[in-house]
């Protein structure tokens, strides 16, 4: 994203959601990585949920994420 990511409306509004809500980080590091969150189910399950940050602070649903990880069933030998 590197610098369009500034200009983006929707990652001034993540900033301030997450100012108000108390975060606050050091800001050390590249700055430039979008995240993501992925649920593998065992065996041949495969991915149950692919979550891509599209801009910084995007975030993932958590009930998505529960939902995901109560699909995934124990692998048998």
Do not use: C
């Not at 994203?1 to 509004?13: A, E, I, T, Y």
């Not at 959601?17 to 979008?34: D, I, K, M």
Request: glycine share 16%.
């Amino acid at each position: 994203m590197m610098l369009s990511g500034f200009f983006r409306l929707g990652v001034w509004q993540n900033f301030f959601r997450a100012w108000r809500s108390g975060y606050s980080g050091n800001l050390e590091g590249e700055g430039f990585t979008l995240g993501g969150v992925y649920v593998i189910g065992a065996g041949r399950q495969g991915v149950l949920l692919e979550h891509r940050e599209k801009e910084f602070g995007d975030k993932v649903s958590l009930p998505s994420v529960l939902e995901a990880a109560e699909k995934i069933k124990p692998q048998t030998s």
